[in-house]
């Protein structure tokens, strides 16, 4: 048996591909598209096919999104959680955004450690600060603050507690919110040698979905083919050592994030629709043999002349989510707009209980169009 | 035999090839065939420019002018040796010609001309460049063989001849990089806590959405007669926002003036308050 890979410092992640690989890429799969049409022999008629049910879905790729993330974790953090407390106080994870079921403060609960939640104050955390006790997990720093001067008030007087602490202290933030930190706070002054996971490249990727893909309800074999090609997705490629070009395809647009993949591969899988019957795509029968993986697809991006679009999606990205109003303290949109109802129009941010967060299965798309606009972007 | 001064006179006299050996055909080819190449360069590059990454907008816009000249001296060397019977002797009574032609008639064109030509070896500016010449501040939009073109802020066109950069100062506020200094500057009574404000305006500028966290951000105090003038001095990620960028700053900062305790000077208080 394998030992899970650990975490690594900051600076060490090895992306999938680059920008100009991924708008290559579109290129020339559009292009491929509109000089040869898919053989519909091999495939199967895009028509034909409608969306996978969400009961169907949940058994064969379950949540959580980060699901092998954390044993990676465990076995990074397993000997400095048991040790006695040292001088090395503070552990430090920079993890990619869109992280919606919360990585850190799931670790946190399954190991019975102390989370700071986010709705407590600082006066509670002095209350917290006992050098004996097990170590203290804040996760999500990013929703501690808002891109705003009495935000960077109250994320500064957080840090400066956090820096004399005596107790051990675990905390994660987004990348995108570090690199604002580091400019606004000094973050990386205070918590040195920030850590984060290793990208998830196509073989990680295929074995780990192809592990969820057993179904366990009837131990049935599925078999996930390519709507295009026919080809099975977790077999291998053209050469026997390659994976398949989906897998290949689902590293690089997820950026080697495993959330980003998990949602890709997700919207990705479908099943054949009985044509005699006029059925909706929820009640199809999921007993089927097949299930059908369409290629990815991107979403429509706001260009440069959009640029309320992509100033909200910066600043959603920076705070992990935002309610309306707070969007409104952090992004000069200074003419009246509904920008927030056309991002989610064209799915590239969604609204969950009065939070405004970017879609994980966007994200490659929106890194990609607010670093071609010159934007801040993130650094792992 | 003809004698050496005959053979002299004979390749002089036929400084321009027979009329019937010039292959009109092919020099309209040509002019065309440049003509085009060059209308197409400069609608295409300009037009691919706004829709690739922004760090690689100014590359492509500069590349604009040097295609040009490339195309215009290659057209040049190609025509000329069709109309022309080449020698030394051919060139230096060309070359008269055409001196005394410039000198009197064609003067200030061929200044701005050659103005031109040293400017896209200097750079003194290229498109996308923000550059103020003679009290006009405007982005370079075209880089023409005569002359550049300028946008103001309000959106005038402004035509400055190439040759302005022999007699004039060009201010260039980016030089071929993506961004630039943009300077936010309040005036205030000098009655105040000068660190607090001067804190306070840094935060402004770390919070604006348009600031490039690469570079650094400066508040700059200097006391003049009648107030405290703050500079405050930050980058924005693309300079075709700067003009929003000060915006944003100067509104966030009047308000982050008056939470420290600081009151903004006017004139009428001024008057008021002597």
Known sequence: MTHPVTFRPLGQYNWPSSPVNRGLDTVLSQIKKKLRPPSKEAGIDPEKLGLAPDRFLSRIAEPPAHFPLMAELNETLANWVTQAPTTDRVRTFVLPPCDRENLLGQWAEAHGLQVFAIDRTLTELDALDDPEASPLVIPKLERRFLRSRDGLHDIRCLLDRLATMERRIIIGCNSWAWQFLRKSCEIDLIFAQPMTFQAFGKQRLRSWLGTLALDPADGKNLCFRSSTTGQDVFGNGEGETEVSAFMTDLAKRSLGIPWVAWHLWRDSLHVEQDPSEDTDPSEIDSNQETVWVTDLRSPTLPSRSDQNALLVLHALLIHGGLTQDQIVQTVPLVSYTHVLASLQRVGLIDKTDGFYACLPAAYPAIRDALNNNGYPVDSL | ?274
């Open chain 2, 1 to 274: 035999m003809q004698s050496q001064p005959d053979m002299v006179r004979d390749k002089a006299a036929n400084l321009l090839n027979d009329l019937q050996d010039i292959s009109f055909v092919q020099i309209t080819f040509i002019l065309l065939l440049s003509l085009g190449a060059i209308w197409v360069i400069r609608k295409t590059i300009p037009f691919l420019a706004d829709r690739v990454p922004s760090r690689l907008r100014l590359y492509l816009l500069r590349a604009v002018p040097i295609l040009r000249m490339i195309i215009i001296i290659t057209a040049l060397l190609w025509i000329i040796p069709l109309i022309f019977n080449i020698t030394l002797q051919n060139f230096v009574v060309i070359a008269g010609a055409a001196s005394v032609a410039i000198g009197f008639a064609f003067k200030d064109y061929v200044s701005s001309l050659i103005a031109g030509i040293v400017a896209i070896f200097e750079r003194p500016y290229g498109p996308g460049d923000w550059v103020e010449i003679e009290g006009d501040y405007g982005e370079v939009i075209s880089l023409g063989m005569r002359a550049i073109r300028l946008r103001t802020a309000s959106d005038d066109i402004i035509t400055v001849p190439h040759d302005t950069i022999w007699s004039h100062n060009i201010s260039n506020a980016n030089l071929g990089s993506q961004t630039l200094m943009c300077v936010a500057e309040f005036y205030l009574d000098p009655d105040h806590d000068a660190a607090k404000v001067r804190r306070e305006l840094v935060d402004v500028a770390l919070t604006s959405a348009y600031l490039d966290y690469r570079r650094p951000v400066l508040v700059m105090l200097k006391e003049t007669e009648f107030a405290t003038r703050y500079s405050l001095k930050a980058y924005p990620f693309d300079m075709r926002d700067q003009f929003k960028f000060v915006s944003d700053l100067t509104e966030r900062g009047k308000e982050a003036i008056r939470d420290a305790g600081a009151r903004p000077v006017s004139m009428p208080n001024f008057a008021a308050n002597p």
